[in-house]
């Protein structure tokens, strides 16, 4: 089965912290994506990445950056934690050519 | 990107067919429907998509209308444990680069006992 691990389900942070979540997938999948998930505001998109050292921005890239070094790491990072970033982060992965994404079990960020 | 438009909620009794439509008036002909579903505190699952033709597994079947403007999802025998978001999306056919997903709010269906 394909497994895609987010290294922290729950993190709590303090405003200004620089925060890492650190997503894994082993499946040598070429595309990787960043959600993050609100209550009435669904999933949005925050950034995605197509290959080694590719990314694209999402519908929401303001306030994050992502790391792609290997194929199978995909880093959201967050420079200067907010408030307002306080969210459920949601990362899945994709073979090119198919819609159908994994998703990891997501990472609760608290930010304080 | 076409939109698509379901509603908000849904119940259905245990062990009949729980029916979910999906309204996706402006898609585009080389664009497929696709279906997933996120049970609480889990990420989405991906349920099936479509084309222009009705698609079954062993999940659900898809049923798309002629015109291509709605689609139905079928879960034939809804247990407790379909009880979940359910979100119909619109994908462009395959372009490199450009597999990115745009999930809305979804329907949020309960299994009744």
């Known amino acids: 089965d394909v497994k895609v691990t987010q290294s922290s389900r729950y993190l709590v942070k303090r405003t200004g912290e620089k925060v890492f979540l650190e997503c894994v997938q082993d499946?040598?999948?070429?595309?990787m994506f960043w959600y993050r998930q609100d209550p009435g505001l669904g999933l949005r998109l925050i950034y995605f990445s197509y290959d080694v050292k590719m990314k694209e921005k999402g519908d929401i890239p303001e306030g994050y950056s992502v790391s792609r070094e290997k194929k199978e790491r995909f880093s959201l990072i967050l420079e200067s934690a907010s408030t307002n970033q306080t969210s459920m982060y949601l990362c899945?992965?994709?073979?090119?050519?198919?819609?159908?994404?994994?998703f990891g079990e997501g990472s609760r960020l608290t930010v304080l | 990107d076409a939109k698509t438009t379901q509603p908000t909620s849904m119940d259905c009794a245990e062990g009949r067919a729980a029916n979910l439509p999906c309204n996706h008036s402006t898609i585009s002909g080389n664009e497929y429907v696709y279906w997933y579903r996120q049970i609480h505190s889990q990420g989405p699952q991906y349920i099936i998509h479509g084309l222009k033709n009705n698609e079954t597994n062993e999940m659900a079947s898809l049923i798309i209308t002629e015109d291509r403007k709605s689609s139905t999802l079928i879960l034939p025998h809804a247990t407790l444990r379909d009880t979940a978001v359910y979100y119909c999306i619109v994908r462009p056919a395959t372009n490199f680069g450009n597999e990115k997903l745009t999930f809305g709010t979804g329907t949020r269906l309960t299994i009744i006992p």
């Open positions: 899945a992965s994709t073979y090119s050519g198919t819609g159908e994404l994994f």
């Open positions: 499946m040598d999948h070429e595309n």
